[in-house]
């Protein structure tokens, strides 16, 4: 009897000094409904909480969460200030979010976009927006939180995203789990749904490369069959093009390409192209297409590029169903003749960005044989309140978001 009391209490005592020294080790992510790293029993995959629970980061007297076309001219005119300060912790890259931008962004979705504040909008800011997810053969809605902002001398980072998490699922009980994006390192005590490394290259047109210091490739031929291929811009007088790209490319569908696939809806797509933030280019043989690229306005300036500073695209996502041989040249050539197009545009633009998830890493993969990346980080998806059962290779992702 003796024994047993001793083991049980031993048992006890463990279990306790196991979760102090998670609460102390992981001082946040530890009150987060996410997958943990120290997770010794793992559950079933779905929802976390039925219901949202509000943990000791929670503070709705702080930070108050609203839908975004609910706020005034000056409440957004603020938030894109914040933004603006604060969302880029850096000295030589900055942001230039204007409040039209970031609502050409948050427009043309189905579900609300929130965003969360302290009441005088001075301190700290998040936005999120609604994303399709395709997972595992199910299919839900998120909220993408894609930026957040703080004041870095009164950072409550992360009340704001205990509570925009928290306020958001309880107003839109339909949406009921936030997909979050750290764009640099990982988040202490949390499994990341999926990590990517980011790469950046310079952009020149004067030549045949895109790159002076750093070339991503030269486009002298799009493949065998360059007679009947070409690359063509989306817009809106040939949007129908783009109507089928939720159910397949080619003779593809999107989720034999992807075992997860994370998208917004079609009219925030038609909105952001519409705006002149997003560039849609498909690669046709003949009338099939087979390839797509999406390359965005990051709406950031290296300041020691160039005289003025220079503006940065982003390829958020790309698709590659081209069967032939040299498949994988021909869709980078794609994509370099994609960028030139734009970029005779707007030669403006001086940096591209890639996070090598999806069919982005063949497009990264490929740079890097010309010229390494002028310098790359490490980050992380994280799925809130949404735990997968295995975890996800990122060349099977697609987050077009």
Known sequence: MILEQYVFFSLIFVIAAYFLYTRLRYPFWSHMPVSHTYDIVQFSKGSIQAT??????????????TSFFELSDDQQKAASQLFNCFYIPSDVIFSTLSPEILKTRLSGHLETPFVSADPSFAVGCAVSYPVNMICGGVQTVANYLAYLATDRNQNISRSLISTHDFNTRITNKEVNSTLYKKHVGKCAGAKPLVEFKTSVFYINVDG?????????????????????????????????????????????????????????????LKA?????????????????????????????????????GGKTLSLVASINNIREPEGIQVFYN??????????????????????????????????????PAIFETEGGYYWINYKVDAPIIGERCLFLI
């Open 52 to 65: 949202p629970k509000q943990n000791k980061y929670t503070n709705p007297v702080q930070v108050k969460t």
């Open 208 to 268: 045949k490369d895109l790159g002076t210091t750093t070339t991503i490739g030269s486009t002298n031929a799009l493949g065998s069959t360059a007679k009947a291929a070409h690359i063509i811009q989306i817009y809106k007088s040939n949007w129908n093009l783009i109507q089928d790209i939720f159910s397949s490319v080619g003779d593809q569908s999107l989720t034999n390409m992807f075992d997860f696939v994370a998208m917004i809806d079609m009219g925030a």
């Open 334 to 371: 794609g994509f370099v003749e994609a960028v030139h197009k734009i970029s005779k545009q707007n030669r403006d633009y001086k940096m591209m960005v890639i996070d090598d998830v999806g069919h982005n890493a063949q497009i990264v993969e490929q740079a890097k044989k010309r010229k």
């Open 272 to 308: 952001r192209v519409d705006a002149n933030q997003l560039f849609i280019h498909a690669y046709q043989i003949g009338t099939q297409t087979v390839a797509l690229y999406f390359i965005e306005d990051m709406n950031t300036l290296y300041e020691n590029v160039a005289d003025y």
